[in-house]
Nanobody
Framework: QVQLVESGGGAVQPGGSLRLSCAAS????????MGWYRQAPGKQRDWVAT??????TSYADSVKGRFTLSRDNTKTIYLQMNNLNPDDTAVYYC?????????WGQGTQVTVSS
């Protein structure tokens, strides 16, 4: 059974940084593309960033220049988030795609507040 587990969320002041991690478990060869989505209270889930199997990255305009997505292997990714602001407050969900099937983690809370 494939599972995605996020870690690294928490509370931080505006201008601060956090690093999210996502690790997949299960007996499988890994994901093709991986990335992050986020959902703020009362809002829909929005795409944040994606990294392909070849290592190419793409970002939502709202996080470009502040967030960096990296990948250890086909099962582990990281999201370095710098210069956080209150609009970044949300539950962050890790996502992985394999043979046109999407897998999701349970989410980790990020709160940016003074």
């Amino acid at each position: 059974q494939v599972q995605l587990v996020e870690s690294g969320g928490g509370a931080v002041q505006p201008g601060g940084s956090l690093r999210l991690s996502c690790a997949a478990s299960g007996t499988f060869s890994g994901f093709e593309d991986m990335g992050w989505y986020r959902q703020a209270p009362g809002k829909q889930r929005d795409w944040v960033a994606t990294i392909t199997g070849g290592g190419d990255t793409s970002y939502a305009d709202s996080v470009k220049g502040r967030f960096t997505l990296s990948r250890d292997n086909t099962k582990t990714i990281y999201l370095q988030m710098n210069n956080l602001n209150p609009d970044d407050t949300a539950v962050y969900y890790c996502w992985g795609s394999r043979f046109h099937t999407d897998y999701w983690g349970q989410g980790t809370q990020v709160t940016v507040s003074s």
